[in-house]
């Protein structure tokens, strides 16, 4: 699984530095950031605020990801080797969100993307809308499925009631 939000490397830089290692940006104070911002006493960094033993360790993002990952699963028991070279891909929002409001018309939910000559075919989720649909944990995870489905039989040319038995009768 593809998650455009946790395969990019992301990096900030406050300010630039000189061949010394010295800021010679306007906020130059001869520490760097991570130092003047979690160091200010000298007792060293911070540890982790949530342990990786707790519930609230793991991200949204992180959550949402692994509820694409189990529908997809899923349809690949179900359906085996036909799924074969599928991607399954999470992005934040879709690309053209800002024209969709200004025509008032509803944002998409996924995405797919046919197979081009390098690539596989590719089924892309919104998490942010996808998550803005429903209210609770339990209908995040049946819309989630939804989608999926939605996607991957229109890749197979199918209806999605036949790809799976239970699609869209578990509210």
Not at 41 to 65: A, I, M, N, W
């Amino acid at each position: 699984m593809q998650s455009s939000n946790h395969d990019s490397a992301f990096s900030v830089r406050l300010a630039d530095a000189d061949a010394s290692g010295t800021e010679t940006g306007p906020s130059s104070t001869g520490r760097s950031f991570a130092m003047r911002r979690r160091n200010r006493h000298g007792r060293g960094l911070r540890g982790e605020l949530v342990l990786p033993t707790h519930p609230g360790y793991r991200t949204r993002s992180d959550r949402f990801d692994d509820l694409v990952l189990d529908s997809a699963q899923r349809l690949h028991d179900i359906w085996g080797k036909t799924l074969d070279g599928v991607r399954f891909a999470v992005d934040e929002i879709p690309p053209d969100l800002e024209q969709l409001v200004a025509q008032a018309a509803p944002p998409p939910m996924g995405a797919y993307t046919p197979a081009t000559d390098g690539e596989g075919p590719v089924i892309t989720l919104y998490r942010r809308v996808v998550e803005q649909g429903c209210g609770s944990l339990d209908e995040l995870q049946d819309l989630v499925h939804d989608v999926v489905v939605e996607h991957t039989a229109e890749m197979l040319g199918v209806a999605p009631e036949t790809l799976d038995p239970v699609y869209r009768r578990r509210y």
